[in-house]
């Protein structure tokens, strides 16, 4: 019984995001993807904010970390939940719920925390002017620099 709600649940997730993600994101002429017009940080949903991090992450490469990362990311302001990104052999994984058995912790805002996956601004430098927090164990954090990005985020 709880099995099946579980499922159930996983389910509903999964189809309430492949709907956001097709309400979100549009072909252009030449047929990337690109965000649909008003599509920005202010005006995002927190599964937008999922979606865009999945897309960050969605080619990356992970294989030259070896140990096992988890980052929980609590979003302030717009889109305001929490999150996480977990690496485990290699692969990553972006989860739109709580980590409770986390490595490290951020507190930052959408904007922030986009620009700090997307490699357009260091995490230190977030820390530095105010923009994010850390909790926890800082060198499991830094260990994100490390993962390779295929294609260059915008």
């Given at each position: 019984m709880a099995q099946d709600v579980i499922f159930a649940v996983k389910w509903c997730q999964k189809v309430e995001i492949q709907y956001l993600m097709s309400q979100?994101?549009?072909?252009?002429?030449?047929?990337?993807?690109?965000?649909?017009?008003?599509?920005?940080?202010?005006?995002?949903?927190?599964?937008e904010l999922i979606i865009e991090a999945r897309r960050i992450?969605?080619?990356?490469?992970?294989?030259?970390?070896?140990?096992?990362?988890?980052?929980?990311?609590?979003?302030?302001?717009?889109?305001?939940?929490?999150?996480?990104?977990?690496?485990?052999?290699?692969?990553?994984?972006?989860?739109?719920?709580?980590?409770?058995?986390?490595?490290?912790?951020i507190l930052a805002s959408a904007e922030a925390?986009?620009?700090?996956?997307?490699?357009?601004?260091?995490?230190?430098?977030?820390v530095q002017y105010g923009r994010a927090r850390i909790s926890g164990n800082i060198g499991k954090v830094t260990r994100l620099h490390d993962i390779r990005l295929r294609e260059r985020v915008r």
């Open positions: 979100t994101i549009t072909r252009g002429s030449s047929g990337q993807k690109r965000r649909s017009a008003g599509f920005t940080v202010e005006n995002m949903t927190y599964h992450f969605d080619k990356a490469d992970a294989s030259c970390i070896k140990e096992h990362v988890a980052v929980q990311f609590d979003v302030t302001g717009y889109a305001a939940g929490t999150f996480y990104l977990e690496i485990k052999d290699g692969k990553i994984h972006i989860e739109p719920y709580p980590y409770y058995d986390h490595d490290a912790r925390i986009l620009d700090m996956l997307g490699g357009k601004a260091r995490l230190c430098d977030e």
